[in-house]
């Protein structure tokens, strides 16, 4: 098997440098796509790029320490919150 586990059910694995767009209708959707995939990443010790309309990066960042599945702690510089697209 290649690549690492993208963290979606259904997307299977990804090789790295991946680029990916997902399309989403309202915020529970958004967060059952985004959350697996970023906590995947984050599992990897990859630094993770969220691009998201309306939400504010805390809270991105609280939800994902509120779903911790495997009690991973973020490492220095993986995370960084810039602020919002909307905003």
């Given amino acids: 098997m290649t690549g690492m586990d993208a963290g979606v059910p259904g997307l299977g694995n990804l090789e790295r440098g991946t680029h990916l767009c997902a399309l989403y209708s309202g915020p529970v959707e958004r967060d059952d796509l985004l959350m697996p995939f970023v906590q995947a990443g984050l599992r990897e010790g990859d630094k993770c ?39």
């Fill in 49 to 87: 790029l969220c691009l998201i309309d309306q939400v504010e990066p805390r809270e991105v960042r609280q939800r994902l320490v509120d779903e911790n599945d495997q009690g991973h702690e973020l490492q220095a510089g993986q995370d960084k919150n810039e602020g919002t697209a909307a905003g």
